[in-house]
């Protein structure tokens, strides 16, 4: 393994890493009909998940860029075949050409395209952008998230009791069942789901949600860049028990999650857990 990437090294990408997914989501908005379907072709995948020729050429067109501004680097994507070269690498590109294919699908705003970067199997660089409102959201290991260039943080929000919350409803009453107390469930402000998985974990980072859920076979691609914002802005993508997630395993599969603020993680946590 070549050594870990140095602070300087991994903001010196930024602006070429920005300007690449700014052309990367200018192949995928004309096929994009606000409020109705597409106009690419879409077939399915192994397993029935749709893919767009959208999604390919946004992840052909990636491939080919970020390889070539870090050769050494490996690649882990979710239209790409699988190469086990990764587990022996020191960097690894983790990429979503479009997370949220189906929202893309049928013309609604909230999907994105996610891309990190992790050097000695931590995430040490994150994007998420969204080509519909052309919000980047970033951040570097250390030095804090952005959305669109203005710093931002989780909510200080700490106690479940009024908490905004989104993701898969049956985790939603779990959450609010054990969090109950004398019996009285608390009172969540519930926020409609949000298609992408990576804007649903980088909302939370903004503190525009408080809590997201997420629920099991969520894959690297989905979490890895939005994780990292999360962790610059105050929080982070945990399990159950208020693991932090890892990355660049063999299986890249993940259980349940939940992306939250350190300041709720304990009351989350407490009342999520499996018992």
Known sequence: MSDPMSPEATHALVPAL????????????PFYKAGRQTGARVWSK?????????????????KVRLSALLPRAAWLSEETS??????????V????????????????????????LLSAGQPVLGFV??????????????????RNGEPIAVSDQVAIEGARVTGPKP??????????RDGVPPELVTVERVPSLALRVVRVAEGSIDVGLVSPNARDW??????????EAGGSVSDLQGRPTTYNRPDPVHGELVAMSHGLRDAVVDAIAPR
Do not use: N
């Open 18 to 29: 920005r300007e690449t997914i700014r052309e990367a989501a200018a192949l995928a908005l």
């Open 46 to 62: 192994a397993g029935g998940s749709p893919v767009t020729e959208a999604d390919v050429a946004v992840d052909t067109f990636l």
């Open 82 to 91: 699988d190469d086990a070269v990764r587990l022996r690498a020191d960097l």
């Open 93 to 116: 590109w983790i990429v979503d050409p479009i997370d949220g294919t189906r929202a893309f699908m049928s013309g609604h705003p909230d999907w994105s395209i996610a891309v990190a």
């Open 129 to 146: 952008h969204a080509p519909v409102t052309d919000t980047f959201y970033e951040a570097v290991a250390g030095a804090g998230a952005t």
């Open 171 to 180: 985790m939603m009453d779990r959450l609010a069942r054990g969090a109950a």
């Open 222 to 231: 989905d979490l890895a860049g939005a994780d990292l914002i999360l962790r």
